[in-house]
C-alpha cells in the first residue's frame, strides 16, 4: 500500500481480555517494527521484524506480549490478558532495510489501546 | 543501555526566529540519527536523517552532528505556528532498531 496501515484505530477493552493489532507494512519494506507510546512518553521499541530472520523480541515488555508476521507482510501483536499499564499507542513502522541503511522509519496512524 | 536524551521544553520561540534543538546519545557507536516531527495526536514523521559529522541543510532545517561530542541538533530556521509539534530524536547503531528520545515540545508563538 501507499502508507503503513493499522487497525483498528482505537480499542478499548476491559482488563484480562486478550487483543490483537494489525500492521500492513509499506509494499516493499522488508523491516517491520512495533513501538508503544505512554502518554508523555517516548518511543519504547517492542519487537522488529527483518525479513526471514529471526525477530528481534528484546523490547517485549512480558511474556503476554507476542508478535507474528505472516508472509513477510501483515503483522499482528497480540496482548494476553490485558493489564492497565498497557494502555498506550501502538505503533508500527516500516522500512527499506540495506546494510549501513540510513533510511528511517514509516510510521502507521496507530492504535490507541484502552484498557479499563 | 543505550540512550537518547532531549530536554523536555516546551522550548518558546517566537515566528520568523531560528528554533534549535538538540540530543545527547550514549553510544559511541551510532551511525545514523534522524529527526522525526510528532504533532499532537498523530505518529511521528520523518524530517531528516544524518550520518556524517557537520551540517545537512534541507529548506529551513538544518541537521547538525558531531560524533565526538555526541551531540545531535536540527535548526529550524524562520519558525512557523505549523512548525509547533514535539520533535523526536532517533539513533541507530548498525542495523538494531532505533532508539528514541522522549522528545523536545516547540511552540512557536504568532
Known amino acids: 500500500g501507499a502508507g503503513v496501515s493499522q487497525s483498528p484505530s482505537n480499542k478499548v477493552t476491559e482488563k484480562g481480555k486478550d487483543v490483537e493489532l494489525r500492521c500492513d507494512p509499506i509494499s516493499g519494506h522488508t523491516a517491520l517494527y512495533w513501538y508503544r507510546q505512554s502518554l508523555g512518553q517516548g518511543l519504547e521499541f517492542l519487537i522488529y521484524?527483518?525479513?526471514?530472520?529471526?525477530?528481534?523480541k528484546s523490547g517485549l515488555p512480558s511474556d503476554r506480549f507476542s508478535a507474528e508476521r505472516t508472509g513477510g507482510s501483515v503483522s499482528t501483536l497480540t496482548i494476553q490478558r490485558t493489564q492497565q499499564e498497557d494502555s498506550a499507542v501502538y505503533l508500527c513502522?516500516?522500512?527499506?532495510?540495506?546494510?549501513?541503511?540510513?533510511?528511517?522509519?514509516?510510521f502507521g496512524s496507530g492504535t490507541r489501546l484502552t484498557v479499563v | 543501555q543505550k540512550e537518547v536524551e532531549q530536554n523536555s521544553g516546551p522550548l518558546s520561540v517566537p515566528e520568523g526566529a531560528i528554533a534549535s534543538l538538540n540530543c545527547t546519545y550514549s553510544d559511541r557507536g551510532s551511525q545514523s540519527f534522524f529527526w522525526y516531527r510528532q504533532y499532537s495526536g498523530k505518529s511521528p514523521e520523518l524530517i531528516m536523517f544524518?550520518?556524517?559529522?557537520g551540517d545537512k541543510e534541507d529548506g529551513r532545517f538544518t541537521a547538525q552532528l558531531n560524533k565526538a561530542s555526541q551531540y545531535v541538533s536540527l535548526l529550524i530556521r524562520d519558525s512557523q505556528p505549523s512548525d509547533s509539534a514535539t520533535y523526536l530524536c532517533a539513533v541507530r547503531s548498525g542495523n538494531t532498531p532505533l532508539v528514541f528520545g522522549k522528545g523536545t515540545r516547540l511552540s512557536v508563538i504568532a
Open positions: 513502522a516500516s522500512s527499506l532495510a540495506f546494510r549501513g541503511n540510513n533510511y528511517g522509519y514509516t
Open positions: 521484524f527483518q525479513g526471514n530472520s529471526a525477530p528481534d
Open positions: 544524518i550520518y556524517s559529522n
